[in-house]
């Protein structure tokens, strides 16, 4: 009976990789086999550990159907498992259909292992041999079905793409805006390219904001306000015009906003957004089960930009012949910071005094800092290390001599406030400036002018169609939001100022929230609120946005009013962001909901 079940276990365990491996996980036939044979001893596990709890219980029942029962444990396991975590994985725990639907697997399970014990017995050897050839087509099929996708050979020309995205890095903390931390990669990138000194972004949150500079859709216009929010195949990402134009694609992500479950996989070859040190560990369905018990958010959030490095580094060396479009994004700037060694903080905090008031989200450790110069040093870490990470990637498309063919361009998501306006190392929710004001850097050598400093105002919902602009592919098949920044450069660039909108959830993850705006314009700055305030900030005279004028000059704030009124006219029906606990839980501890 023992043999048995390790049978049925091995034989699970194929078919659960069978049925998950999918080329879009980009793993190498090493990675595969791995996950095989852990899904596979997992399983494994599982059946023989019932099978021996059933013998030891038969021993006071003998009528227990042993073998029959440790088959439906297996069965119960990963049926339960496959109802919530895949089908139903935005379900409230209380929500009928899912209890109902587990209760059916359980009655069913139980029903069909008494039934089957009196065949298994009767079977036997031929029973264990059926399962393991099974198990054997199973794994096979797991391991060819999960191999990556064979990359185009030729038909699409053009440069390769490199759209690196920070997360959580305002514009004055990196050394090409003036600002104190030493980063030579980013600094070298300034050097070579060019640097647009007044981005700003349209968003404050990582998913209404990536997905503008993807697709070129503001978040009004897209209907995107708020993290963790489903948008399936619409709008198209530019990764689907590159996909479909002939290039590899491959994005590479560290932060849950970005999760592939949102819609971010559309377009990709590969993309890795699994957070875990074992690349498929947490896709196994034992394994989300004690994720469920074990992890704070019970999934994981995040993953360090090594773990993103090395795994970008792997596609791109598969696809070094090219042309290639490359996402790669970084999280660790994000709060709280924590870089590694060597870039952690040597010394230990300062806690003499009262707390600081620090985000919710940060851990108890933390929370009892009470100097704002050290957590703004341990921010600036977090930034070298990430110009770090750059550097690596760039060293390994230099070693493979295509980094001057290729199109490079970085860029954050949002900024940070780490002390203005009262609102200590976190943002979300307002739309000043240290949470908008982003690095925007474009290396294209021979192409664009190194050196070259571009001082007017931009957008950052325009790096759509600045890739595709630089790639030579189509801008205007979609009426985008943003335009290439191209034909500002050079010497006979048109410089000219745009105002920018930047959009945030006022209301968190409710039903219909209410949203504030910004507009941006060339001296002055409209922040206007749902609830009818508005501000006002002269950002010559003040650029700190420290005094609000709204009330003194209540002309061009009205008339600011009436051009936002005019952009925001026939927006799009703004998406609820999921309710699952799951979700909530996740985005709680990153520090999107309260």
């Keep these: 009976m023992i043999r048995t079940a390790l049978v049925l276990g091995l034989t699970a365990g194929g078919l659960e990789i069978a049925l998950r491996a999918a080329p879009r996980l980009g793993m190498d036939l090493g990675e595969r086999l791995a996950w095989l044979a852990v899904a596979a001893l997992l399983s494994a596990a599982l059946t023989t550990g019932a099978a021996l709890i059933l013998l030891l219980l038969r021993r006071f029942l003998p009528w227990v159907p042993a073998l029959g029962l440790s088959a439906a444990s297996l069965a119960l396991v990963h049926g339960a498992l496959y109802w919530r975590f895949d089908l139903h994985v935005n379900a409230f725990v209380r929500d009928p259909v899912l209890w109902g639907g587990l209760l059916c697997i359980?009655?069913?399970?139980?029903?069909?292992?008494?039934?089957?014990?009196?065949?298994?017995?009767?079977?036997?050897?031929?029973?264990?041999?059926?399962?393991?050839?099974?198990?054997?087509?199973?794994?096979?099929?797991?391991?060819?079905?999960?191999?990556?996708?064979?990359?185009?050979?030729?038909?699409?020309?053009?440069?390769?793409?490199?759209?690196?995205?920070?997360?959580?890095?305002?514009?004055?903390?990196?050394?090409?805006?003036?600002?104190?931390?030493?980063?030579?990669?980013?600094?070298?990138?300034?050097?070579?390219?060019?640097?647009?000194?007044?981005?700003?972004?349209?968003?404050?949150?990582?998913?209404?904001?990536?997905?503008?500079?993807?697709?070129?859709?503001?978040?009004?216009?897209?209907?995107?306000?708020?993290?963790?929010?489903?948008?399936?195949?619409?709008?198209?990402?530019?990764?689907?015009?590159?996909?479909?134009?002939?290039?590899?694609?491959?994005?590479?992500?560290?932060?849950?906003?970005?999760?592939?479950?949102?819609?971010?996989?559309?377009?990709?070859?590969?993309?890795?957004?699994?957070?875990?040190?074992?690349?498929?560990?947490?896709?196994?369905?034992?394994?989300?089960?004690?994720?469920?018990?074990?992890?704070?958010?019970?999934?994981?959030?995040?993953?360090?930009?090594?773990?993103?490095?090395?795994?970008?580094?792997?596609?791109?060396?598969?696809?070094?012949?090219?042309?290639?479009?490359?996402?790669?994004?970084?999280?660790?700037?994000?709060?709280?910071?924590?870089?590694?060694?060597?870039?952690?903080?040597?010394?230990?905090?300062?806690?003499?005094?009262?707390?600081?008031?620090?985000?919710?989200?940060?851990?108890?450790?933390?929370?009892?800092?009470?100097?704002?110069?050290?957590?703004?040093?341990?921010?600036?870490?977090?930034?070298?290390?990430?110009?770090?990470?750059?550097?690596?990637?760039?060293?390994?498309?230099?070693?493979?001599?295509?980094?001057?063919?290729?199109?490079?361009?970085?860029?954050?998501?949002?900024g940070e406030s780490l002390t203005e306006h009262g609102y200590l190392f976190d943002h979300g929710d307002n739309l000043h400036d240290p949470s908008l004001r982003v690095p925007l850097i474009l290396r294209w050598p021979d192409r664009i002018s190194a050196g070259e400093r571009v001082p007017c105002q931009v957008s950052t919902v325009s790096v759509a169609a600045t890739l595709l602009d630089a790639a030579g592919l189509p801008t205007d098949e979609h009426p985008r939001d943003g335009g290439s920044l191209l034909p500002m450069l050079g010497a006979d660039g048109d410089c000219l100022p745009v105002d920018a909108y930047a959009t945030t959830v006022a209301g968190k993850l409710m039903e219909d929230p209410p949203l504030d705006h910004a507009l941006r314009a060339r001296d002055l700055k409209l922040i206007a609120h749902e609830d009818g305030g508005a501000e006002l900030y002269d950002l010559t005279l003040d650029p700190g946005e420290t005094r609000d004028v709204a009330a003194e000059r209540a002309g061009e704030a009205q008339a600011l009013h009436s051009v936002l009124a005019d952009h925001l006219e026939g927006r799009a029906e703004i998406k609820q962001a999921s309710s699952d606990q799951a979700t909530m839980d996740a985005l709680r501890e990153l520090g999107y909901i309260e």
């Design 106 to 414: 359980a009655v069913t399970s139980l029903v069909l292992g008494w039934m089957a014990e009196r065949p298994l017995r009767a079977l036997g050897g031929r029973f264990e041999l059926a399962c393991l050839v099974l198990a054997v087509v199973a794994a096979a099929v797991g391991v060819t079905r999960g191999h990556p996708p064979a990359m185009p050979t030729a038909g699409a020309t053009g440069p390769n793409v490199l759209l690196i995205t920070l997360d959580t890095v305002r514009h004055d903390a990196l050394e090409p805006y003036g600002g104190p931390v030493a980063t030579p990669t980013i600094s070298r990138l300034a050097r070579e390219g060019v640097v647009f000194e007044q981005a700003v972004a349209t968003a404050p949150l990582t998913e209404a904001s990536h997905l503008a500079m993807l697709t070129g859709f503001e978040p009004t216009h897209s209907g995107i306000v708020s993290n963790g929010t489903a948008f399936g195949d619409q709008p198209a990402l530019i990764s689907r015009a590159f996909q479909q134009a002939g290039w590899a694609t491959g994005g590479f992500v560290a932060g849950f906003p970005l999760h592939g479950r949102w819609g971010w996989t559309q377009g990709f070859d590969v993309y890795d957004d699994d957070f875990g040190r074992m690349p498929g560990l947490h896709r196994l369905a034992i394994v989300k089960a004690w994720d469920q018990l074990t992890l704070p958010a019970r999934t994981l959030r995040e993953r360090r930009g090594d773990g993103v490095i090395r795994r970008s580094t792997q596609w791109l060396d598969s696809v070094d012949d090219g042309p290639w479009f490359a996402w790669v994004h970084l999280f660790d700037p994000h709060g709280p910071y924590e870089a590694p060694a060597p870039f952690d903080m040597q010394a230990e905090p300062p806690r003499q005094g009262a707390p600081l008031e620090l985000p919710g989200y940060w851990p108890p450790a933390l929370r009892s800092i009470t100097s704002t110069d050290w957590l703004s040093q341990a921010y600036h870490a977090e930034i070298q290390y990430s110009d770090q990470l750059i550097g690596e990637l760039l060293q390994r498309i230099e070693t493979h001599g295509s980094l001057d063919d290729t199109v490079v361009l970085l860029v954050a998501d949002h």
